[in-house]
């Protein structure tokens, strides 16, 4: 034949090619051997030296002689070259060392001796026979072979019959039986079916029954049917090995009991799918189930000493959930948790709010929305437990749903007779139809700051007459006070530095403490960053000590802002998209039948109140040519409380001048006064006299009187004014130190005492600088470098 089969066959341990530079080296020290040894075969024959080292020379090369002539015992070939190449210098040197030593004997001439070994020498050093054999194998492996040559191969199996008569003849359990009659079902699949035939005059064994043939091919047992064959006697016997058809068959089966038990799938899903390696969470157990119409709840643990962990969008893959929004956990300590499966989004529709949603019950709660189980989220405006008003803060994205809940906000504190100022930094434009239904609606940065002042005095007003209580009367002569900003990082990210900051300081203030005297304070913002808060983070984690609602955010960060410190242990909390696509999965999607219009979903959040994270969406308004019927409705039927007479000539000419001619509009709508929920809600004098609740057409007079002396009432001080001017200036400050150190002082220590690197305290350099002042103008003795007294 005319064309080859080379076969590379992978050299064995020890007998590997040899690099370029490794033979190089090899080499060299081959060849220096060979130089050094032959100058001793040339000499060491002549030279006087004991009988035993010229008995050396002679025994090592009669031991290489031994060791070639075993090796060579062998028909492998290469083998037999290898260890001739190897064994061809020593056997060399020994005969040349052998003829110096006969040639005295012989009386040949001394120079032949040395000519032997200087021909021994010149060979070896150009051949380096060691350094050659060490790359001969694997060369003598890597000849090619002829295709012709008589290679004995055993016949490769062609057919799907060929390969199971092998696996057949191979086994042991199959005896001398043979298999014929091989049919096989689809050319796709492993099925079919065959005949056992035993040799002729003998039976098939017993023994090869459906579980040794199922080891034969390695199938189940099931897969495996075994039959007598129609007409013929022991001697055949009819097989069936199907392993799909038994797949198929044990599908089908599993199917029919999940038909009738669907907890059985849901624990077949949970085994292959979620609790297995490689699963969406390994080591989850599924502890109990229930299973509904629309709902399915699951609880599920962690093994003890493990945490729950468990990925959120893993999970819906593992139970075939396209749409993250039906799958809601809630956490139930570090090991447990409970997991909501629904058929739709329950939040996707949600009714609109009642009044008794929105009345305080008696333990100060309101309803502001309903939760993803249907029952309804509440929040707690007053706890009567510490006898304190509630903080709060809310953080969503522009179109998540702040505003309508803090319209909602807004009608619950009227219903429930709390006095509910509001704040909308935007000018108004958030919630216009709160106008004129609250005591107090400030439009605007410049009123925000106005009504803060306000409510900062109102403040100071209730602790100076509170006559020492620790807690708030919720019955008593003032009613509680809930302040509501929306969109209030306008106003605490201002450009204005003074604004800013006094912004921030009068609402830390009225959150550290305000609680004390009924004055609770909800925040509205789309971020919770430092920068965004007027970078005072005591308005967010004093914000956070009531309630939390966490809506949808434009980033991780505000989240994880938001939840920390306060996170319920084992909390799941999931981002809220901006819109749900009902039927818009990768099947429809493929098909080009996806929905594309999907469903807003501004109120939907997260709500953090008394341990719990509880995923929910606020009560449903109807807008109407731009405005709320109905939540004109919910609130023109209730009273509205305002200030008592001594508080409203604390908050000053703002709060007289504040939006009266909308409260007369708002008060003819009104079907006349009815009795607030909390009970009688009174407003009082200083003194402590009761009046009775007022409806808006009383509140309009009241607020009557109070613009009639307006002109009298001065504007609300500025807190941080106020304490500027009674501040005591940087000079005043280093005299009254030195005052009280006659001694003298040295700078440092003057630095100390004023406040230098304390919180409001004078910067450093302008201490400096004041000090010097001070010495030019000979009010300050220099008693040495840097120390200082009184002339």
Not at 284 to 313: C, D, S, T
Not at 464 to 472: I, K, L, T, V, Y
Not at 624 to 630: D, E, R, W
Not at 784 to 789: A, L, T
Request: glycine share 12%.
């Amino acid at each position: 034949m005319t064309t080859t089969d080379v076969v590379k066959a992978d050299a064995a341990a020890g007998e590997r090619g040899l690099t370029r530079k490794t033979a190089r080296r090899l080499a060299w020290a081959e060849r220096t051997v060979y130089g050094a040894a032959g100058t001793w075969a040339a000499i060491g024959p002549q030279m006087d030296v004991p009988w035993w080292a010229h008995g050396a020379s002679l025994a090592t090369g009669a031991l290489t002689g031994v060791v070639l002539w075993k090796r060579s015992d062998t028909e492998d070939w290469t083998r037999r070259l290898v260890s001739s190449l190897r064994s061809l210098p020593v056997l060399g040197w020994t005969a040349a060392y052998t003829g110096g030593l006969l040639a005295p004997v012989f009386e040949c001439p001394n120079g032949w001796p040395m000519l032997g070994a200087a021909t021994w020498t010149a060979v070896m050093i150009h051949m380096a026979p060691w350094t050659r054999s060490k790359g001969l194998a694997r060369a003598v492996d890597n000849l090619p072979v002829l295709a012709g040559e008589p290679e004995v191969v055993e016949a490769e199996p062609v057919t799907f019959a060929d390969h199971m008569r092998l696996l057949w003849s191979q086994s042991q359990a199959t005896g001398e039986t043979t298999l014929e009659g091989i049919r096989q079902y689809d050319p796709t699949e492993p099925d079919f079916e065959a005949i056992v035939l035993a040799p002729a005059g003998q039976t098939v064994p017993r023994t090869l029954d459906e579980r040794a043939i199922a080891g034969v091919f390695d199938v189940p047992v099931d897969a495996v049917k075994t039959a007598a064959v129609d007409g013929y006697g022991p001697g055949r016997l009819a097989i069936e090995v199907a392993p799909r058809l038994a797949e198929a068959r044990r599908t089908r089966e599993a199917l029919e009991v999940e038909a009738d038990d669907p907890g059985a799938s849901l624990e077949r899903i949970w085994a292959e799918y979620v609790n297995c390696t490689g699963g969406a969470a390994p080591g989850v157990e599924l502890i109990a189930y229930a299973i509904g119409e629309e709902q399915i709840r699951l609880r599920i643990a962690a093994p003890r000493a493990k945490r729950l962990r468990v990925n959120h969008e893993d999970l819906c893959s593992a139970l075939g959930i396209d749409d993250i929004s039906r799958l809601v956990m809630e956490g139930a300590g570090p090991r447990e948790a409970v997991v909501y499966i629904y058929r739709a989004n329950p939040l996707l529709h949600v009714r609109s709010p009642t009044v008794e949603d929105l009345t305080m019950d008696d333990r100060g709660r309101i309803s502001i929305g309903v939760a993803h189980d249907g029952s309804v989220a509440r929040i707690q405006l007053f706890n009567f437990d510490t006898g304190r008003a509630q903080h709060g803060i809310t953080a969503g994205t522009t179109g998540a749903g702040k505003s309508g809940l803090m319209r909602l906000f807004g009608a619950a504190q009227r219903v429930s007779g709390v006095i509910s100022w509001m704040a909308d930094v935007q000018g108004g434009m958030s919630m216009p139809e709160m106008e004129g239904r609250i005591d107090w609606m400030a439009k605007g940065p410049v009123e925000t700051m106005q009504q803060l002042r306000a409510l900062h005095a109102v403040k100071e007003y209730r602790e100076a007459h509170s006559r020492g209580r620790g807690d708030f009367d919720f019955h008593g002569e003032w009613c509680l006070i809930q302040w509501t900003g929306d969109e209030i990082n306008r106003l605490l990210s201002s450009l204005d530095q003074e604004v800013r900051k006094e912004a921030a300081w009068m609402i830390g203030d009225l959150q550290k403490t305000g609680q004390k005297v009924g004055i609770g304070v909800d925040l509205a913002v789309q971020s919770l960053h430092l920068k965004e808060l007027g970078d005072n983070h005591e308005i967010r984690e004093k914000g956070k000590e009531g309630h939390v609602f966490l809506l949808r955010t434009a980033s991780s960060s505000t989240q994880g802002m938001g939840l920390d410190g306060i996170a319920p242990i084992g909390a799941h909390v999931s981002p809220i998209p901006e819109r749900i696509y009902e039927g818009a999965g990768a099947k429809e999607i493929f098909e080009g039948t996806a929905a594309t219009e999907g469903v807003p979903t501004p109120g939907m959040g997260w709500l953090i109140t008394e341990g719990k994270a509880i995923l929910f969406r606020t009560f449903v308004l109807e807008k109407v040519n731009g405005l709320y019927p109905q939540l004109e409705e919910l609130m023109d039927g209730h009273p509205m409380p305002t200030l008592t007479p001594g508080e409203a000539r604390a908050a000053g000419a703002a709060y007289a001048h504040r939006g009266s001619a909308a409260d007369k509009g708002a008060g003819k709508a009104t079907g006349g006064p009815s009795k607030p929920s909390r009970g009688p809600v009174g407003t009082g004098t200083p003194g402590g006299e009761s009046q009775p609740a007022m409806g808006p057409l009383e509140a309009d007079g009241k607020a009557e009187e109070q613009g009639a002396g307006a002109e009298e009432l001065p504007e609300a001080p500025s807190p941080m004014a106020a304490a500027k001017a009674k501040a005591p200036t940087i000079r005043e400050r280093i005299l009254a130190a030195l005052q009280d150190h006659p001694e003298g002082l040295a700078l440092r220590e003057i630095r100390n005492v004023v406040g230098c690197g304390t919180e409001g305290g004078p910067a450093t350099r302008s201490v400096n600088n004041e000090v010097s002042t001070l010495a030019n103008e000979d009010l300050l003795v220099a008693l040495g470098k840097g120390v200082y007294r009184l002339p």
